[in-house]
């Protein structure tokens, strides 16, 4: 498989990187809690190479920096558990307010949400279980459990904990445990856009991660449904109360052509990746998308 499906472009970890502490939000500065110990009970990083990935690599997706697709590449550390216990409690960013040209406002907005400082210390560990650390999988689904409870409403993190046990899916052995992980995962990301549906970040993951699953689970057209939608919210035919970044807006245009093409649905492949393209013709996507562009007839 070419593509991944979970995580999330390439907006959360450049995100981190520019946070002089990973549990503030961007634009915020701190002074580092040397008061807080690593957790011994932390996993290893073991980055097993051998390792066999059900579903797409992790490549040009939200939250996750590709260094073909972007620009300048921050190579982000892992966190630890005390980290990401800080991050999780972190205040979550304002919302910003457009402004006219005379100063009137225009619309309030909420940050991208993969822009969240949590969402982005996710994105690194969830790296580490992708290349096949099997105990860091298993800590973040416990993690993200256990954020659960305290935070059951929140939605995006809900679709993050289905798409960690897809990867416990790869990791289970052959038999009913590995459909059973997919079944959870499916449900998890179901029911987070029924809590959040106008999400676009909750929607991306869920089209991504359908997008990439074999025909034969029959997911393709609700992919193709969620990309739409998608595009209609960055076309203004749907309402959307967030600021994306350049970085979303052209993973959506992106992967939106190619679940349109599942469909042989050209036109609206073309059109999805000329809007991608006009955006950021010298980005990573943005070289994908005239890529794909150059094969349409």
Known sequence: MKYIPLVLLAAALPVAAQMSDPSQPAGSSSTPDSSQPADPNAPPSTNAADATPVGPPMTNTPGMANPADTETVVQAEPLDQATAENAR??????????????????????????????????????????????????????????????????????????????????????????????????????????????????????????????????????????????????????????????????????????????FSETAAARDAWQRGVAIAPQSGLGGKMQAELSKLK
């Open 89 to 262: 409690s972190a205040p979550r960013a304002s919302t910003s307010t457009t402004t006219s040209s005379s100063g009137s406002a225009l619309a309030a907005l909420s940050p991208d949400p993969f822009s969240d400082p949590l969402i982005a210390q996710i994105v690194v560990r969830y790296q580490k279980a992708w290349d096949g650390d099997k105990k860091e999988t298993k800590a973040l689904t416990a993690d993200i459990e256990r954020w659960m409870k305290d935070e059951p409403n929140n939605y995006l993190l809900m679709a993050y904990l289905g798409s960690v046990y897809a990867l416990d899916s790869r990791d289970s052995w052959i038999g009913p445990g590995k459909l059973d992980y997919l079944k959870k995962g499916e449900k998890e990301l179901d029911a987070a856009i029924a809590g959040d549906p106008s999400n676009p970040a909750i929607r991306l993951l869920r089209a991504m991660n359908y997008y990439e699953l074999p025909a034969i689970f029959g997911k393709h057209r609700a992919a193709h449904d969620d990309f739409n939608y998608l595009v209609q919210e960055l076309s203004g035919a749907l309402p959307m109360s967030y600021a994306l970044t350049n970085d979303t807006r052209q993973a959506i245009y992106y992967y939106a052509g190619l679940s349109f093409q599942q």
